[in-house]
């Protein structure tokens, strides 16, 4: 069974610029989960997507959207970079939302603005 | 808002004692919450869950405990080891998304 897998590991932009950040769920999970992690605090959920959709988004604004593949990966993309964006983005997989199933993490990409 | 937090930020324990990591809810509307571990460099680890009709659950060396009335979830680590050194996490989720809300950590640090 293959795990949570995201890439690149580590990260470093300027701010302004745009990112991408992706993710490979665990096999037969079709839900997967994005989450910020900020130094030094728990995770803060940015958006689920199930089927291709978004499922459901957290307290970030636009500028932070993802896409979800048939093959279940995902991408995170946020634009126009902000120094506060700086933390590591942890992505989740797991099994049909409202199954209350836990959620599988990657460990993470560790993205630095400067 | 609502959020879940945890009272300690640092526990020290001696090798081969008990942990209880302790974390404070305020949702009454949880009805799943998780417990994560995560090691430097990693992402974190699941280690236990419990649904909101049960109080109590047990796994290898780990027990949760949910007591809905003062809303309060707790960690105990049987016979710590080095190895359980790590920050710990609790979740809750209060909608059928399985969106989870985190607490900020406690970190645990076992002496050999």
């Known amino acids: 069974e293959t795990g949570v897998t995201q890439s690149p590991t580590h990260l470093i932009k300027t701010r302004g610029q745009q990112v991408t950040l992706r993710c490979s769920s665990q096999?037969?999970?079709?839900?997967v989960s994005w989450y910020q992690q900020a130094l030094g605090q728990g995770p803060q959920f940015i958006f689920q997507y199930y089927r291709e959709e978004e499922n459901g988004r957290g307290n970030f604004p636009p500028r932070f959207s993802g896409l979800q593949f048939p093959n279940y990966s995902s991408e995170l993309n946020v634009n126009a970079l902000e120094l506060d964006d700086s933390a590591l983005y942890l992505c989740a997989s797991s099994l049909p939302a409202g199954d209350n199933s836990p959620l599988h993490f990657g460990n993470g990409t560790r993205l630095t603005v400067t | 808002g609502e959020s879940v937090g945890l009272h300690l930020p640092t526990l020290s324990v001696q090798e081969g004692d008990n942990s209880i990591i302790n974390c404070a809810y305020s949702?009454?509307?949880?009805?799943?919450f998780i417990w994560y571990k995560q090691e430097s460099g990693k992402g974190p680890q699941f280690i236990i869950d419990i649904r909101s009709n049960m109080d109590k659950r047990q796994g290898q060396r780990v027990t949760v405990l949910l007591n809905k009335t003062v809303k309060h979830l707790s960690l105990q680590i049987a016979a710590t080891q080095p190895g359980d050194s790590a920050v710990y996490f609790c979740a809750e989720n209060n909608n059928a998304g399985n969106m989870l809300t985190f607490g900020g950590g406690t970190r645990l640090m076992v002496k050999p």
């Open positions: 949702n009454s509307a949880s009805d799943y």
């Open positions: 096999s037969g999970h079709n839900t």
